[in-house]
């Protein structure tokens, strides 16, 4: 596995949560990009769940250009490359297929791919790749598979996503396999729907705070 990328684990290892986070207006987005910066949490992915998603990317990356924006919820080859485009440092998928792998490499974007079982996990490391997300993480098994998995993949780091709160984010955390976890708590609805950007930041101190 010493092919693998190493800007994802560089990626992973900035902050202990990645906020997934699902944009309905770009300039909103451009406040919780500010929000979860200036909380401690530096790495961010946008769901390309809306419409506005690759325009909200863009004035992420251009109204806070430290932090490293990516996108969520990849699932083309042509998404691969539009998130490219518009200045998206790393792309997330919520599973995998070859034409994907093909496209980040085609891309040279740093890609996070999601397994939920170990024949997908075994069809990554044929790809060349060492660090994947596991979702949907509860409901895949949670922290029993994962601390299953450390045995036959003990080289392979994990971020898993999907079903984490504010207050199982540190079960997973403890895990060897993991290096952080992803959540969309800090950017619910009710908070965006209120414009609650201090709550937002208020939530990113805490969960930079979380430690393995």
């Known amino acids: 596995m010493s092919g693998a990328d190493p800007r994802v684990r560089a990626v992973l290892k900035l902050a202990p949560v990645i906020p997934v986070f699902t944009p309905e207006s770009v300039e909103d987005a451009v406040q919780v ?9 530096p790495v961010i992915e946008v769901t390309l769940r809306t419409p506005v998603a690759m325009d909200a990317i863009a004035a992420m990356v251009e109204a806070v250009p430290d932090a490293v924006v990516g996108a969520g919820t990849v699932l083309t080859a042509a998404q691969m ?13 919520p599973g995998v297929t070859a034409r994907l792998y093909a496209a980040a490499r085609d891309t040279d974007l740093p890609f996070l791919p999601g397994v939920a079982t170990s024949s997908e996990l075994m069809a990554g490391l044929e790809h060349g790749l060492d660090t994947f997300k596991f979702f949907p993480a509860v409901q895949a098994g949670g922290t029993a ?29 403890h ?19 209120a414009r609650d950007w201090a709550g937002i930041e208020q939530l990113a101190r805490a969960s930079a705070a979380l430690v393995g």
């Open 33 to 41: 990009a500010r929000a979860l910066f200036n909380g401690g949490l």
């Open 81 to 93: 490359e539009q998130v490219k485009q518009a200045g998206g440092r790393f792309a997330v998928s």
């Open 145 to 173: 598979m994962l601390s299953a998995w450390n045995g036959p993949f003990g080289d392979v780091r994990f971020c898993p996503t999907g079903g984490i709160s504010a207050q199982t984010a540190r079960d997973f955390l």
């Open 175 to 193: 895990l060897p396999n993991v290096l952080c976890v992803g959540g969309s708590w800090l950017t619910t609805r009710a908070l965006l729907q």
